[in-house]
């Protein structure tokens, strides 16, 4: 059976569009430069709390098109309705110098802290401008990292990181994402989306909206959805065949509104449009959130260091029979 990686996508803002790649490193948080950046809301008293934005809640947040340039060292975010044409430049790796008077901030996301280092009055102005409120954005800080919430999937933290440990992985983290190192969708599921649409809109490139971060071409060979079974991968390189990577399927990823942003307007989508909608109707297939929609597998993978490529091989190594 040959399965290839199809498309990887990384999201250098937290609920902002991604960036389409064709290689990314791997790291012990996911992929390199995956949710490194946030933007807030900053506190109005005196604690250092600040409230993350999330798409499911903030809709316009879909229309800043991020791209990063070819030496991987500026990220551009432009907002695509804007005119005249505005954008922001910043640093892909702010300099720690460069931020060393500036303020910090707690960011707590399903339960878990991590540090954020405000990035200055420059693109604050910038998203504060069409957002219609004020926020800074932030960049991880401290360690650079944040626990997973580990009691959304498993019975403790505990047991979520040693589910890396026991397969030979390393310690796993996260950065500004909700709850995993990464999100894994297959093509076979993207196809059966595509056919819940009105047939006007099946053409709709729908895996921007489904957000995930390894999107796999099953070619034929699997039925939609068959990855809520899958329990671990292992990757090829297409260019190095003595390169392997280890992924760690370990959560059946329920849905939340995000699915119903418009990407081209910033507003909620049709009614007949509403992913999250079509998929209630009979992918309500996690046991721990009975209510809403899965589409996809949170996972973990390694060796942090290893460059995964579109065309990678994948096998499906081992399933769990769920029900």
């Known amino acids: 059976m040959s399965l290839t990686i199809q498309r990887l996508f990384i999201y250098p803002v937290k609920s902002l569009p991604p960036v389409e790649v064709s290689s990314v490193e791997l790291t012990n948080e996911g992929l390199r430069f995956d949710r490194s950046f946030v933007l807030v809301t900053p506190p109005e008293d005196d604690t250092r709390l600040a409230k993350f934005l999330t798409i499911k809640k903030v809709f316009k947040l879909c229309l800043f098109k991020p791209v990063i340039d070819e030496s991987w060292t500026k990220l551009t975010i432009t907002h695509i309705h804007a005119q005249p044409p505005s954008s922001i430049t910043i640093p892909l790796t702010p300099s720690p110098l460069s931020l060393l ?85 297959s093509t076979a599921s993207e196809a059966d989306v595509r056919s819940r649409l009105p047939i006007q809109h099946q053409n709709e490139d729908v895996i921007l909206r489904l957000r995930p971060n390894i999107h796999i071409d099953v070619q034929g060979q699997l039925p939609a959805y068959d990855e809520d079974n899958w329990a671990s991968l292992l990757v090829r390189s297409k260019l190095d065949e003595a390169q392997e990577v280890s992924i760690k399927c370990i959560f059946r990823t329920v849905r939340c509104l995000s699915l119903n942003a418009d990407p081209e307007t910033g507003e909620m989508i049709n009614r007949d449009r509403q992913l999250y909608g079509l998929l209630a109707k009979d992918r309500r297939v996690n046991d721990k959130f009975p209510h809403k929609p899965v589409f996809g597998q949170y996972a973990f993978a390694g060796p942090s260091g290893a460059i995964l490529r579109t065309g990678d091989k994948v096998q499906v190594m081992e399933r769990v029979q769920r029900d």
């Open 101 to 185: 008077q500036n303020q910090t901030y707690e960011v707590s996301i399903f339960g878990t802290t991590a540090v954020g280092i405000d990035l200055g009055d420059e693109p604050a102005a910038f998203f504060s401008k069409h957002l219609d409120q004020e926020v800074r954005l932030l960049t991880i800080g401290g360690t650079g990292r944040r626990d997973i919430p580990g009691a959304a999937y498993v019975p403790t933290q505990r047991d979520a990181l040693s589910l890396a440990i026991r397969d030979g992985l390393q310690p796993q983290r996260i950065r500004f994402a909700d709850a995993a190192p990464l999100l894994i969708t």
